[in-house]
């Protein structure tokens, strides 16, 4: 009798030398967010925690220690932060396609995974979310 065939899957891999893509990241990200579809989700704050995940093609030029030459974390959480703050949204996983949507948006992005939790809904879970990962195809 022979064994199963068993597929493994490799990892993603984002940061990679040959393709010139650099991984840049933001981690455990916590914000208040107006985010929920029940009505007492709709009037008290809820924490979040958002992770994203880029690669970022690196380009030609040389980096010359000039955050003009690469993608800035600090920019990105500010637009998360002011994207979260815009107002209420009934689902996780629309605001997580936004937040997508907002990193693909920046020049060089070329994937971006993103992460939101909310990390106070039940007691006996540290958190529940929603995680997607998007590809911009114009790169």
């Known amino acids: 009798m022979t064994a199963p065939s068993v597929r493994l899957i490799a990892p ?67 637009a998360v932060r002011a994207l979260v703050a815009q107002g209420h949204i009934n689902l996780v996983e629309t605001l997580c396609a936004q937040i997508t949507d907002l990193c693909l948006s920046y020049q060089r992005v070329r994937s971006a995974r993103v992460r939101v939790e909310k990390l106070d809904v039940f007691a006996d879970a540290a958190s529940v979310g929603v995680e997607i990962e998007r590809f911009n195809p114009e790169i």
């Open 12 to 78: 993603a891999k984002i940061a990679d030398a040959r393709a010139g893509v650099r991984h840049v990241f933001v981690r455990d990200l916590v914000l208040d967010a107006l985010i929920g579809v029940y009505d007492h989700e709709r009037t008290r704050t809820q924490r979040v925690r958002i992770n994203l995940d880029l690669a970022v093609l690196e380009g030609d030029a040389p980096l010359n220690d000039d955050l003009a030459n690469v993608l800035c974390y600090e920019d990105l959480s500010n």
